[in-house]
């Protein structure tokens, strides 16, 4: 499966902003899309995770209350809809999918898009 993350910017201290991932190659619904983020000189970390079978989601502490994730998989897209942002939010956003089960390890995600950058200003 392809994936194609769009929706990063440049926003202020407690803006919101959606990410999107565009799924194309493969039947979207089988697999479970997760949104991981990276800064310089860090490891890229789990940030939260929609499953492949009941839409049940899963989401880092950190973003817990302020992220909400959903997929349409009609339309092959998976969207992470970001509240209250921080600077501490500031990162480069991936999307990732792996066929079934879903998992907050970054090595078990087999599919990747290209990232996209956020910026959140104080």
């Known amino acids: 499966v392809q994936l194609q993350a769009s929706g990063g910017g440049l926003v202020q201290a407690g803006d919101s902003l959606s990410l999107s991932c565009g799924a194309s190659?493969?039947?979207?619904?089988?697999?479970?899309v997760g949104w991981f983020r990276q800064t310089p000189g860090k490891e890229r970390e789990f940030v939260a995770v929609?499953?492949?079978?009941?839409?049940?989601?899963n989401y880092a502490d950190s973003v817990k209350g302020r992220f909400t994730i959903g997929r349409d998989n009609v339309k092959n897209t998976a969207v992470l809809q970001m509240n209250s942002l921080k600077p501490e939010d500031t990162a480069v956003y991936y999307c990732?999918?792996?066929?079934?089960?879903?998992?907050?390890?970054?090595?078990?995600?087999?599919?990747w898009g290209q990232g996209t950058q956020v910026t959140v200003s104080s």
């Open positions: 990732a999918a792996k066929r079934g089960g879903w998992t907050i390890k970054v090595d078990d995600y087999d599919y």
């Open positions: 929609i499953f492949w079978n009941n839409g049940g989601a």
């Open positions: 190659g493969r039947t979207f619904r089988d697999f479970s």
